[in-house]
């Protein structure tokens, strides 16, 4: 495994260097690496694209992006820390751009090579390919890794067509394909928090748990990717990667190792243990809606099929509910509740687990908790922690039982802002550290079970779906899906 001592002579290449992903989050985490001393400041960084830029150009736009970020800059420090940066104009099919970064390589004596795809995923295919054909996937002098973003195709047939063709090109070993969800801190901390605490791991399970909700709601419409949108919906959004990443560590066994293939063996266990759909199951697991017009911080807006790029007779979901079942030992009856949407109140991920009620009778005490008081929460944003609640005696002659919280917040305790995910993500990717990483069987698993419920929609093709005013946690129609287990969702003010 790389680490900081060994990374002289090393270039990250950003394919669409001139992104929105580059100028937001890339340059940013690259800067406070640096400043940390976690990489060296002489690391290349070579942007190709297809603007008329220079090496100006993007010196200029790493600047402005740095210190729109938040991050104190000043235009000495950025020159010091970022002495080595290379501009390459280039269509990303024309195959003289891999030849003169090759040539780049040469000149600069380059023996490390981190390609970063920040590209609309349908240049993923010829980038690949053209770096296979100009021989630039393995140096030879050092080490080559590919980091892929998400969408890592739009279904199981794609995947498989991307996994083909990356692997002609790369080893699995070359590929980092990135879900920036597990670089957040309160993520990788569900795995310190289940197995280094004696107190929580023997009641993580079907005997103590009621049940799991996993929440991932967001209070911007499609905005500007309407288009996108509309093929992907929620469903390949959201829960085929993120939701289903966060379901496979709440749910996972221990690992032998805290390295990357044991971590992702036991991921890869919990996606393959999930109870499969058949086209009836589908309808039953599943709930889906639109947003319509509503307020949003006291600002109206517009519906969904009210944005530009939707069609009218739109059926794509910006909310959806699911119930899945985790069918092995530990979780066997537990049923995992998945909702993510979009004009939802507020912005927020958790994983809420519900334990399961006592015989309060037995205290013939008036309860003030509700059926079950008993929730251990992680936050992963917008403030990242964690939350017990649990019931106890209200002072006083009555006896009444009330809810209390013990909460554990990540930048009041450590007194320290939270890293952001790709700070992380971007060191362990230069360090050959995969953990963090989905491997290849864990997408393809992952695809098998999503299609599943994408076939049985279109089997049981929707003339619409139910609508909820922009600004609520979805219709009623959401309520009844989960009450039908005699639960309720969690609804934050």
């Known amino acids: ?132 054909v100009a021989g630039l996937n393995d140096l030879k002098s050092g080490w080559t890794r590919i980091v892929i973003e998400k969408p890592y195709g ?50 993580w399970n079907r005997q103590y748990v009621d049940h799991v909700q996993i929440t991932v709601s967001e209070t911007v419409g499609v905005g500007t990717r309407a288009g996108y949108y509309e093929s992907t919906g929620v469903i390949r959004d959201m829960f085929q990667n993120h939701m289903m990443q966060l379901l496979a560590l709440t749910a996972m066994e221990a690992p032998v190792a805290f390295s990357a293939d044991c971590v992702r063996d036991e991921k890869v266990k919990v996606l393959r243990a999930l109870r499969p759909f058949d086209k009836k199951d589908v309808l039953k697991n599943t709930f889906r809606a639109q947003y319509a017009s509503g307020y949003i911080s006291n600002e109206r807006v517009r519906g969904y099929k009210d944005e530009d790029g939707v069609a009218s007779n739109s059926t794509t979901e910006t909310f959806l509910a699911t119930r899945v079942f985790v069918d092995n030992w530990r979780w066997s009856g537990v049923p995992f509740f998945l909702r993510s949407g979009k004009r939802l109140p507020k912005r927020m991920t958790e994983i809420a687990i519900q334990f399961k009620q006592v015989p309060l009778p037995l205290f013939d005490w008036q309860n003030m908790a509700g059926d079950a008081p008993n929730v251990l929460v992680l936050r992963l944003q917008p403030d990242e922690g964690i939350k017990l609640t649990f019931g106890a005696k209200l002072p006083g002659p009555v006896n009444q039982i009330a809810p209390v919280e013990m909460e554990f917040n990540y930048k009041s305790s450590f007194n320290q802002k939270t890293p952001e995910a790709y700070v992380r993500l971007i060191q362990d990717a230069l360090y050959g550290d995969a953990t963090l990483f989905t491997r290849s069987d864990e997408v393809i698993t992952q695809w098998t079970f999503t299609d ?33 287990n005699n639960r309720k969702w969690r609804n934050m003010e």
């Open 154 to 203: 739009s279904d199981l047939a794609t995947a498989k067509a991307l996994e083909e063709l990356v692997h002609k090109v790369f080893k699995e070993n070359q590929i980092y394909r990135i879900d920036h969800y597990l670089g957040k801190e309160t993520v990788q901390n569900i795995l310190v928090l289940r197995f280094a605490n004696g107190i929580f791991e023997p009641l």
């Open 1 to 132: 495994m790389t680490n900081q001592n060994n990374l002289e002579k090393t270039a990250i290449v950003i394919f669409g260097v001139t992104g929105d992903l580059t100028r937001r989050k890339l340059v940013p985490a690259i800067y406070e690496l640096i400043l940390n001393n976690r990489i060296p400041k002489n690391l290349w960084v070579i942007g190709f694209a297809r603007r008329e830029w220079d090496d100006q150009s993007l010196r200029d736009v790493f600047y402005k992006a740095i210190s729109e970020s938040g991050l104190e800059l000043d235009r000495k420090k950025f020159e010091e820390l970022f002495p080595n940066i290379k501009y390459l104009k280039s269509d990303f099919d024309q195959e003289n751009g891999y030849i003169e970064l090759s040539q780049i390589f040469k000149e600069k004596k380059i023996n490390n090579v981190l390609y970063y795809l920040a590209t609309p995923p349908d240049a993923y295919d010829t980038i690949i390919e053209k770096i296979g």
């Open 452 to 484: 599943r419920i994408v076939d049985g929609w279109k089997t049981n093709q929707a003339k619409y779906l139910p609508v909820y005013e922009s600004g609520t946690w979805g219709p009623l129609g959401a309520d009844q899906f989960i009450q039908g």
